[in-house]
C-alpha cells in the first residue's frame, strides 16, 4: 500500500509538470495494485480516490471510454471502502462528485450541474447524521460553478462561487494551498459578477 501511494504523489507530480500521459500511466500502475492485498476500508477509500483523480485524468485528456472504466473501479473501491461509520454516508456523494466532474469536463454542463446540485441537497438534507464534508461540498460547487459559467448562467456561477468562499474563509490564515482556493474563489466571483455588468464591484473584488 506505501508503495501504491509513492506511485499516486509521483503521478500527481508528473501531472504537475504537464506529464500528462506517463502521469496517468504512473496512477493506472498505483491502482492495479489493488489486486496484490486485501484492502482495509481506509485502504480502499484510498483506491477509491486515485480511480477518481484517475478518470477525470482520463477525461481531460478526451478518452471518456477510460474514463468511465475508472469511474467503475471509483464505485467498486467504495464499496470496499464501507467501515461501518457514518462517514460511509459520504462514499456515495463522493462518487457522485467525480462522476459530475467527469460530465463536465466532458461538455456535458446542464447533467453535470444537476448531479452535483442533487449531491449536495442530500447533503444537506441529512446534515445531522454526516461528519463534516467541506471538501466534498466544495467540489460541486465547483462542478456547478464551471457548468453555470459555460452555459452563461451567471447567476448561479457566481452564487456557487460565493459559498467556497464562504466554505474556505475560516481557513484563509492557514496553509498556502487554502490560501490560493480561497482567493481564487473570489476571482471566479468576481468573474461572474463582471459578466453580470457589475464592473465595479468585480474590480473590488479583484483589489
Known amino acids: 500500500f ?12 508528473l501531472r504537475d509538470l504537464g506529464r500528462m500521459q506517463e502521469a496517468i500511466q504512473m496512477l493506472h500502475e498505483a491502482i492495479t495494485m489493488a489486486d ?8 480502499a477509500r484510498n483506491f477509491a480516490q486515485w480511480s477518481g483523480a484517475l478518470a477525470t485524468a482520463h477525461q481531460n485528456m478526451g478518452d471518456a471510454a477510460r474514463a468511465e472504466a475508472a469511474l467503475a473501479q471509483r464505485r467498486k473501491f467504495a464499496v470496499l471502502g464501507i467501515s461501518g461509520s457514518n462517514a460511509d454516508l459520504l462514499l456515495p456523494e463522493v462518487t457522485v462528485s467525480f462522476e459530475a466532474t467527469v460530465l463536465e469536463i466532458a461538455g456535458k454542463r446542464p447533467e453535470a450541474r444537476a448531479r452535483a446540485q442533487q449531491a ?6 441529512g446534515r445531522e447524521k454526516l461528519p463534516p464534508f ?5 467540489s460541486l460547487f465547483d462542478v456547478i460553478y464551471y457548468a453555470s459559467y459555460a452555459t452563461g448562467d451567471y447567476v448561479a456561477a457566481e452564487a456557487a462561487a460565493r459559498q467556497r468562499v464562504r466554505i474556505l474563509k475560516p ?21 461572474a459578477v463582471a459578466r453580470q455588468g457589475g464592473l465595479a464591484e468585480a474590480l473590488e473584488m479583484l483589489k
Open 120 to 125: 449536495l441537497d442530500r447533503l444537506y438534507e
Open 171 to 191: 481557513q484563509v490564515t492557514a496553509s498556502a494551498p487554502t490560501q490560493y482556493y480561497f482567493f481564487a474563489s473570489v476571482v471566479r466571483a468576481a468573474k
Open 134 to 138: 467541506p471538501r466534498l461540498e466544495q
Open 36 to 43: 496484490r492485498f486485501t484492502l482495509t476500508p481506509l485502504m
Open 2 to 13: 506505501n508503495l501504491a501511494e509513492v506511485k499516486f504523489n509521483i503521478a500527481s507530480t
